[in-house]
């Protein structure tokens, strides 16, 4: 029988790709989305603009830190379950901004937990970040690892966020997974992270900035793969979970911009710059926990994953 699901931040990169899957897979989805300015909101309207025309789609145009646009989502309609990944998403601009992360990652995931009580929701499912890990030197990260030395105000909400997360599962039982994502990229990728940033400088010819010397290491997963273990998470037994879901290799910053101008055939200026504060030396996930909990498999490589994107990129290059 189809489920009725809320998914927060349902517009934006992931969210619009779960979306995609779940109204395929015959579920009722409603959406809530504030089309922010923290890149372009035309982009969030066309991620979306292909679900509107379903009738089994409904968005909600409000703020999650408003909890009348909250209580909006669940009017007419029996919600059993809730994907929260709305957020104030990134590391740089949260120590420019942590008032900002603080309203909308802690008021606003406590005012969907607060929503998930009050209309007896079953699962809750948190977008949570591999930004928790912080600087920690065991590699691969493991879901048992020490976090409580986040570097950034963003890591420290998400950080936040699951342990909200547990209190709310201790206390009204409801199932509840916090996935912790390991640099999704992908088709419709917001256009201030690295791979899009790059790929679109560098095809224009402009000039890129590495920080450092190029040899921090991300642990990129492709969108399709991130979208497997969401939906995967739906139907696994568990109480509450934490979980890594990332591809279990890693890239150095070099490395990637090299494989970005092969896929382009053009050249990268590049200009060095320092380190950034809040930024870490290296993500690396341990998934032997989704692997098993999950059967979490992820299936394409960084070389399919950054020759995908590319296309998609050239595909939009057209178009305008």
């Known amino acids: 029988m189809p489920d009725s699901i809320l998914v927060t931040g349902g517009a934006g990169f992931i969210g619009s790709h779960l979306v995609d899957r779940l109204l395929a897979d015959g579920h009722r989805v409603t959406v809530i989305d504030n089309f922010n300015d923290f890149y372009d909101p035309a982009i969030k309207r066309a991620n979306c603009r292909p679900h509107r025309e379903q009738a089994t789609y409904r968005l909600v145009e409000g703020d999650i830190r408003n909890r009348e646009d909250v209580a909006a989502c669940f009017e007419g309609e029996a919600i059993t379950e809730v994907i929260h990944l709305a957020a104030m998403a990134g590391v740089r601009p949260s120590i420019k901004n942590p008032v900002l992360y603080q309203e909308v990652n802690l008021v ?177 996930a341990d998934i032997s926990k989704a692997r098993s909990l999950l059967g979490f498999e992820p299936k394409v490589s960084i070389d399919d994953g950054l020759a995908r994107f590319v296309a998609w990129y050239l595909k939009k290059q057209e178009q305008q």
């Not at 560098?202 to 040899?215: H, K, N, P, Q, Y």
């Not at 050249?267 to 060095?272: E, G, H, M, P």
Request: charged share 25%.
């Open 108 to 284: 606003g995931t406590m005012n969907i937990l607060e929503a998930c009580r009050t209309h007896g929701v079953g699962r809750y499912i948190f977008a949570s970040s591999s930004s928790v890990y912080g600087n920690n030197r065991k590699v691969p990260f493991s879901e048992d690892d020490f976090v409580d030395h986040p570097i950034s105000p963003y890591a420290a909400t998400k950080k936040s966020g699951e342990l909200m997360a547990y209190t709310y599962h201790h206390l009204y039982g409801f199932k509840t997974a916090c996935l912790r994502f390991f640099t999704v990229y992908g088709p419709r990728q917001r256009p201030e992270m690295a791979i899009h940033l790059f790929t679109d400088r560098i095809w224009r010819g402009e000039e890129i900035a590495m920080f450092g010397e190029g040899d921090s290491r991300r642990d990129y997963t492709f969108i399709e793969d991130i979208v497997e273990g969401v939906l995967a998470c739906r139907s696994a037994e568990y109480d509450f979970a934490v979980l890594n879901l990332g591809r279990s290799d890693t890239v150095r910053l070099h490395e990637l911009i090299t494989k970005i101008e092969q896929n382009l055939g053009k050249k990268a200026i590049i200009k060095t710059m320092p380190q950034q504060p809040g930024d870490v030396d290296q993500t690396f």
